[in-house]
């Protein structure tokens, strides 16, 4: 579900506002929001990497304008702006430090020259704690005191909110919760990064290819091996699909990968025991749209219930995100919000 | 080390004042302290768990009013009291449920029930939890930002501190750090909660002495046989002497241990990236006392560098905890004392 469908017009919005960026390697969306998180305006622009990061915060400037004018406000308007990138990152210092995906701009001060483009204070955060504190706002989490999310696309992000606490580690570090160890042995999956046995290695787009590659190798019967040999591309897309026409094999992958996202679940309900649990990211199988979708969310609560601890089993709420997309620029404006608000206290007592 | 050792005197002493109470399946400790942390007076009584709960908390109570009088000090000038018991309980209502190591005591309201002998209001928190808010305080972690405790005894306990925020989870649950989920398959170790895979079932005492019995059944040479056909009791700390006097298979124990360790640590920096892990419990092989105390440290670090994100591995601290068993009624003391300046500093804005 896309929040971009339910605009507010200026009439009933909040003040004050905020804008949020949340930067991706193939695009940039920019929306304003009011206090309560509700989006006036909003637009994508093309990253472009290769143009390098001075042209990227210089559009990002002009596209900030831009929905502070498609909402009918001025600049003055505007209270703070949340930007939120990929990592990795130095958050206090707000520097881009070797991002996967946008190569070339490492080490790129980013929050500064963004700020001088826009003539606005910056919040910095990490894209996936951002769109978590979206969903923790006003998307999935909004009844819940605190939530852990589970991104779960090429790879599996994180986010952790603790009553309002973002949980940005000492060292932006936080929450990288694709990269807990859930097997020790040195025959463990390997991870993106390198390491063993991290969840990421089994329950990623990444992961779920290659556990699909190597069962039909191994031999395992499924009408995936048509599809591939009929020149379509192994995607979780093309596996979803298959299972949801009966093929027995692609629907088993399904539910392996919903285990593992469980087993997850689990650590973070034994270590962060928060109110609930939310899943989202391009990998949901379609969410509550979809029959496979469903069935995915009931075999991560079937792992769950089989795994943790009684009470935490019990209480705690995992459902899909609701945020899709948009959930990176309105949590990062949530963010900017927060910061706003902090500062305007004072400092702590 | 023992904070005991330093007791401070009233005239060095910094009001307000606040008393701790650590209970454990023995004994319960009880201890004075100031506003910095520094202990003015203690003692230890019997739990005595037979007597049941109602005995058990007034003679609470009356250990409370000794270690006032001990320090020069009346009821008047203690502002709170803190009081942390073994789980499961539910901290909001003050409740133990099912403690393990108190079972008579179950469903019993034992905040309350202190809180009327004492005749002053109580903190209640998890023991594990307030040993670990203890060293955060002014012990192993007293400069660190944010830190993780793993309490290696019986079982494997965990304290995770953000900023002063303990994280006490939604269900009394939080910080179970040794119920992560290091091997997910069905092979997996059994844990003492029933649950496979957990980092418990492979480096609390109990686990052990498991491993080191089944490799000795499988026929491992080890100067622990001898010593068993001698009578003697297969514990942590015979398995240190052996390592000590340069058994290859009792070092190899310890060793192993270490890396499960360094596998939790891991964990814990992905996940809550804190600027420091401490380890404290009876099972860390003499600390930095002994020779394999520090080769014990020494591993877990080596593990943490072989199997952590570059970031955290390069600065995230980890040492040994230094309140030794005084953390637990210390550590109380300062929750008490923190809930004391919340409630003093108004409701949040």
Redesign the interface.
Known sequence: MSNASELIGLDKAKPPFFVGVDVGGTNIKVGLVDDEGRTLSHLSIRTLVDRGPEDGAERMGQAVKEVIAAAGLRPADIVRVGLGTPG?MDVPKGMLLEPVNLKSWRNFPIRDRVAFHVGLPVTYANDAKSAAYGEYWVGSGRNL??MVLFTLGTGIG?G?I??D?L???????????G???????DNARVCG?G??GHLEAYASATAVIKRTEEALAAGRKSSLSAKIEAGAELTPLLIATEAEAGDTFALEIVHDTAR?IG?GA??????????GIVLGGAMTFGGHGTALGRQFLATVKEEVQR?A?P??AA??TIDFATLGGDAGYIGVAGLARQENRRLS?GPP?
């Open positions: 990795t005191h605190s994180g952790i603790i009553g606490l949980v940005v580690g000492e060292h932006s570090h936080g929450a990288e919760c990269h807990m160890i859930v097997d020790y042995n990064c390491h063993r593992y087993i689990v650590n973070m309900m034994h270590v962060i025991d928060p109110s795994r601890l009470i935490p209480k705690t206290a007592k």
